[in-house]
């Protein structure tokens, strides 16, 4: 069953940058399209990225656009989320998911990982 870990959460300064990893065990990312999402407290879950399985494109929100990039390496087994030019309302949960049928698809709400947390303060 596939589990989703992720990692690289921490505090920066405003236009720093993090590197947030979504690591899969127990199936191959290669079947799934993974979401990035952004929980803050008293605001619904925005997803503010998904990389593809089937195109490997890649989506975004547009509140990230041109500072926030996914990419996969597949031999790690992991989808990563650079984040770049961090402002403080990129502060939150940052949680991966995986998709069926890519990034338009379903979610599939059984592989929500724990969540890294970002805090972006001077």
């Known amino acids: 069953q596939l589990q989703l870990v992720e990692s690289g959460g921490g505090l920066v300064q405003p236009g720093g940058s993090l590197r947030a990893s979504c690591t899969a065990t127990?199936?191959?990312?290669?079947?799934?399209?993974i979401g990035w999402f952004r929980q803050v407290p008293g605001r619904e879950r925005e997803r503010v990225s998904c990389?593809?399985?089937?195109?490997?494109?890649?989506h975004y929100a547009d509140s990230v656009k041109g500072r926030f990039t996914t990419s996969r390496d597949a031999a790690l087994n992991t989808v990563f989320l650079q984040m770049n030019n961090l402002k403080p309302e990129d502060a939150g949960d940052y949680y991966c998911?995986?998709?069926?049928?890519?990034?338009?698809?379903?979610?599939?709400?059984?592989?929500w990982g724990q969540g890294t947390t970002v805090i972006v303060s001077s």
């Open positions: 127990g199936s191959s990312l290669r079947y799934y399209a």
């Open positions: 998911v995986a998709y069926g049928g890519g990034c338009s698809g379903y979610i599939r709400e059984e592989t």
């Open positions: 990389n593809s399985n089937i195109d490997e494109a890649a």
